[in-house]
């Protein structure tokens, strides 16, 4: 659109004009910008063919020079071009520093509760500038597929996934555990199976934990299936059965009525990371949240109090 507006116009030919108009003479203006006084002349001459208008009255009895009305007029927008080019460069200097921009970072229910808070608030300590949409999900597969088709810069989620596309970045193991309205004995799968149990719907975790379950011969007896923790915790308090939940979500508290049993040493624990697109090239504030994140979570985070071993 701007090459419409004058064709052939170029900074060059804006920076000599203005020279000249601030210090009202050619060779002051040549002086200054490391030129030639004729080649001032030609950038200015060159510039009137392109507007069309006579902007430097010219006469070699002056001392200085002067802009016709037209000049004047075009002085005002070349100014203001300026400030505009001027704040453009300090944006851009700080994006390139990272001081600046936009992060878009999809997440699901655990992680929302448990990384996110941490993270986001270490990060706009540092960068206090640069803006996060965080766009929450009932599981991680949709934020999965946005990172993939570039609407999210970020995605938690749960590793491994089998996927050339994305890069991804291990966080914490999260155990499971078996939440009771009264106290259990659990020694093996088998007592977890025997279990009236209330499972998550759509969690890819659950899926793997009912397969590993069903490869050492035992099935779980389900009862109910839902996706808000929350939900499932007061379904166990009503006599509907045991839940299996994440310790990270239990560590928010509101167990009390409750019991936990930790399985740490009967299943493997969810594994929760960050993912982006492998193929992108990284601003240097995507750059710095990643740097933060690795920063609040360099080894899996252990199970907290409160959570017991069944004996």
């Known amino acids: 659109m701007l090459a419409d507006l004058w064709p052939g116009l170029d900074l060059r ?18 002086q200054e910008l490391g030129y030639t006084q004729p080649a001032v ?29 037209a000049g004047e007029r075009l002085l005002q927008h070349v100014e203001a071009f300026a400030v505009g080019l001027v704040g453009a460069r300090v944006d ?35 960068r206090p500038d640069v803006e996060i949409e965080l766009v929450e999900s009932t599981t991680d597969l949709a934020a999965l597929d946005e990172v993939r088709s570039g609407t999210l810069d970020f995605g938690f989620c749960l590793l491994p996934i089998d996927d050339n596309e994305l890069e991804t970045l ?31 719907r759509t969690c890819r975790s659950m899926q793997s934990l009912t397969t590993y379950f069903e490869d050492r011969g035992c099935e779980l007896d389900v009862v109910f299936r ?22 990270l979500w239990l560590e928010l508290g509101g167990n ?47 199970a907290s109090s409160g959570i017991t071993s069944s004996p």
Not at 176 to 186: A, Q, S, W
């Open 256 to 302: 009390d009525g409750l019991e936990l049993v930790s399985l740490e040493d009967l299943v493997p624990p969810r594994v929760i990371g960050i993912a982006w697109r492998r193929d992108r090239t990284l601003s240097a504030a995507q750059k710095a949240f990643l740097d933060v994140t690795a920063a609040c979570y360099p080894a899996a985070t252990p």
């Open 92 to 126: 851009l200097d700080r994006f390139g520093r990272g001081d600046a921009g936009t992060l878009s970072v999809g997440s699901f229910q655990s992680a929302s509760a448990r990384l996110v808070p941490r993270i986001f608030s270490r990060f706009r300590t540092e």
């Open 13 to 30: 030919h804006l920076a000599a004009f203005e020279a000249v108009a601030r210090l009202r003479s050619f060779a002051r203006a040549a």
């Open 170 to 200: 291990t966080l914490v193991e999260d155990h499971f555990v078996l939440v009771v309205d009264r106290p259990v004995n659990i020694r093996s799968l088998h007592d977890v199976a025997q279990l009236p149990l209330i499972v998550y």
């Open 41 to 69: 002349s030609q950038q200015v001459a060159a510039l009137e063919r392109i507007v069309g208008q006579r902007l430097v009255e010219r006469s070699s009895g002056r001392a200085e020079a002067r802009l016709t009305e």
């Open 226 to 247: 839902s996706d808000d923790n929350a939900a499932m915790k007061e379904m166990v308090r009503a006599g509907m059965g045991a839940a299996i939940l994440p310790s």
